[in-house]
């Protein structure tokens, strides 16, 4: 699976706009880019996953540009509770005998 | 509202003992895993399951060991626990399914070895 590079923290303010952007240089031809959210003490949550161009549903969009080697995970108007760790992930389609594996994440921190 | 559960959310044991973490996922779900984290840390995956009878390490060396008899229950066992086990377990379950599967996590459950 291609490994992925991501910010370890980032800050910003509510009503503001935040993006993330994930590397993943060595993303092959069936990979998806699929997205998690995890609060202190619960589990991830799926936000968003895409392939390419641009995917966006009522939590966040997804921009992927042609070359598929980065992602950019934004999240609009954000707002206090939007504090948590965000995770890109890289997974192949069809499932398969592969575990599913998080990095570090970006750790987000949205200030009053 | 995911349908997998864990059980316990929190246990507290001594050294050397044997538990049983449980998991139960009731989407029919082919595939299984288990994670660990510790409290601001990475989540590590610890095994995974593609299905019944199939179970196969993660990433991160762990002295657990699972089953998977029915499609449904995916336990984690310690046989004999230590304080360096102490730490959060989850468990989540995903489909077999293209394009890449969503993966629905549990509550967790939060492990002290004293």
């Known amino acids: 699976l291609a ?69 950019t995970l934004s999240l609009p108007r954000v707002s206090l509770s939007d504090t948590a760790v965000y995770y890109c992930l890289v997974v192949k389609a069809g499932g398969g005998a592969d575990g599913l594996t998080f990095g570090k994440g970006t750790h987000l921190i949205i200030q009053p | 509202e995911a349908d997998i559960y864990q059980t316990p959310r929190y246990l507290v044991i001594g050294t050397g003992k044997k538990i049983t973490l449980e998991c139960s996922q009731t989407m029919g779900h082919d595939k299984m895993y288990w994670y660990q984290q510790d409290p601001g840390m990475e989540l590590h995956l610890i095994h995974y399951s593609y299905g019944v009878n199939s179970t196969e390490k993660g990433d991160l060396s762990s002295e657990s060991t699972v089953s998977r008899i029915r499609t449904e229950h995916f336990p984690l066992t310690l046989e004999s626990a230590r304080p360096s086990h102490t730490s959060q377990y989850l468990c989540a379950s995903s489909e077999w399914v293209s394009p890449g599967p969503e993966a629905f996590f549990g509550q967790g459950t939060r492990l002290t070895v004293v």
């Not at chain 1, 699929?34 to 997804?62: C, D, H, M």
């Open chain 1, 3 to 71: 490994k992925t590079t991501q910010p370890i923290s980032m800050d910003s303010y509510e009503g503001q706009e935040v993006n993330i952007t994930c590397s993943h240089n060595n993303i092959a031809t069936n990979d998806y880019i699929t997205w998690y959210q995890q609060f202190p003490s619960q589990g991830p949550r799926f936000i968003i996953q895409g392939y390419k161009t641009k995917v966006t549903n009522e939590v966040a969009s997804l921009f992927i540009p042609a070359d598929r080697k980065s992602s």
